[in-house]
């Protein structure tokens, strides 16, 4: 007999920054079969803190039990969209993650943690808005010294190993300046 032909499972999604005066860092899209982003109450993975501070998705999309993942363009402004294809081939991820740094803070993030596709339809859509979270790695002095988004022209500091909050996830308690 002849080998089945492989199967694509491709996945498009589509952030809209609904934010005001928020940029996104790039997105990271994620399908996987194991493990979450974050949880609630737990430490930051590095991945994630990485990203928190900084927006740089790298390491998150490097995970070991990312089985295909793909990275937005750049900063996604205000009022702009982006789409982002995922195809993984062969092998039916059951979750879908995605993230995004909250540029103009210091450890904020946004995204879908997780999110079990098993049940979806071929050609269903979902539609969702996303909560911000404090990755508890930085505190939230909102100075510009510890932003490295525009909001600080960019000067900001990034990404810092050292840990000086209150170090787990937590609901973002809001940006005030």
Not at 8 to 28: D, F, K
Not at 118 to 139: C, H, L, P
């Amino acid at each position: 007999a002849d080998p089945p032909m492989p199967v694509n499972y491709r996945y498009e999604v589509t952030v809209v920054n609904l934010t005001h005066g928020q940029p996104m860092s790039p997105i990271a899209a994620l399908l996987h079969n194991e493990s979450t982003i974050w949880t609630i109450g737990e430490s930051a993975s590095t991945a994630l803190e990485q990203l928190a501070e900084s927006g740089d998705n790298s390491e998150l999309l490097a995970e070991s039990f990312v089985l295909a993942g793909a990275s937005g363009t750049g900063m996604l402004m205000p009022g702009a969209s982006e789409s982002i294809e995922v195809v993984i081939t062969d092998m039916q991820p059951q979750l879908f993650s995605m993230v995004t740094m909250l540029v103009n803070t210091n450890d904020a993030f946004s995204g879908v943690n997780a999110m079990d596709l098993s049940n979806m339809e071929v050609g269903e859509s979902i539609s969702m808005r996303t909560s911000s979270y404090d990755a508890g790695t930085e505190k939230n002095s909102e100075s510009s010294a510890s932003i490295p988004g525009p909001a600080s022209g960019g000067t900001g500091e990034g990404f810092n190993e050292a840990r000086d909050d209150v170090d787990f996830v937590a609901m973002h308690p809001g940006v005030v300046s």
